[in-house]
C-alpha cells in the first residue's frame, strides 16, 4: 500500500517505521502544505498534523478522491463540516482521538461503567490526563471522547476543562515530561472511589492503531470509527 503521511512530527515517524514493518510504501512526507503534492501516486493518507491544519489536509484528500485517517485533535469544530463533505462527495474518512486497541478498549468499560453509576447520584465522576509538554491542545481529544461517552450513558450536561459546574463533567490536563499519554476516570463518593486507568507507555500503540485503520479503509466508501476497523461490539 502507498501511504501519504501528513505530518512528520513524532507520529508520522513512528507511523513511517510500522508501516515499512508492514509492508508498506511511504510515498509522500507533508510537514508544512500540501500545494504540489501528486495525489495519484497515493492509496492512502494519514494525517497526524496540527490542529490548524488537519482540516484542509483531510478536505484536499477528499477532493482527490484519496481515503484519509486522520488522528489529529484539538480541530473537532470542524468535525462535522468533514463528515459532511466526506458523505457528499463519496470520500472515505476515519477519526479517532486515539487510535490504539487498549483506548479502544477503554472507551468501551468507560461506556459500560458510565451505565452502572447512571443513577448513583452520591458518586461525582471527573476525568484526568496527563501528556508530553510539548502538546499544543487540552484537554486531550482522548478525554473528550471519554466525556462524551459518559455524557451518552448519564444526566451529566457536557464537560469542562478545571472548573466544571455542578451537571458537567470536570477534566484536568496536566503536562509532565515526554508522557505518551494516562487517562483515568474517577467516580468519587464520600466513602470511597471507583476508578479506571489506561497508561500508554510508548505512541506505538496509537501508530499500529492507525496503520491498521488505513489498511482497513482501502476499497471502502464512508465515514468509520476505530469501532468499525476493531470490530468491537
Ligand atoms: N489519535 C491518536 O491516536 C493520536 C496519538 C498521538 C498524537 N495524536 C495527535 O496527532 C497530532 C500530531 O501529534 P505529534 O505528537 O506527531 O505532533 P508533532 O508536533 O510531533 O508533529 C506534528 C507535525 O505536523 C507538522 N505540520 C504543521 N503544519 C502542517 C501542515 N499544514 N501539513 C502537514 N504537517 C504539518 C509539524 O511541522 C509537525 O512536524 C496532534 O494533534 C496529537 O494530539 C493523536
Ligand atoms: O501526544 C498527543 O498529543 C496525544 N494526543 C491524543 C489525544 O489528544 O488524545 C492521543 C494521545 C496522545
Redesign the pocket.
Known sequence: MKIAL????????MIERLAVERGHEIVAK?????EALDFSKMDVAI????????Y??IKSCIDNNVPVIS????WLSKFDTIVDYCEENEGAFIY?????LG?NIFFELNAYLAKMMKNLSQYKVSLEEIHHT????AP???AITLAEGIIAHTDYNGWKLDEPGDDQIGISAKRIGDT??THTVDYTSSVDSIEIKHTAHN?KG?AL??VIAAEWILGKTGVFTMKDVLNLG
Do not use: H
Open positions: 501528513f505530518g512528520y512530527g513524532k507520529m508520522g515517524k507533508i510537514d508544512v502544505g500540501n494525517d497526524f498534523s496540527t490542529p490548524d491544519a488537519a484542509e489536509n488522528g489529529t485533535t484539538g479517532a482521538s486515539n487510535f490504539s483506548v510539548q502538546k499544543l491542545d486531550s481529544g482522548t505518551p499519554g505512541r496509537f492503531g492507525a
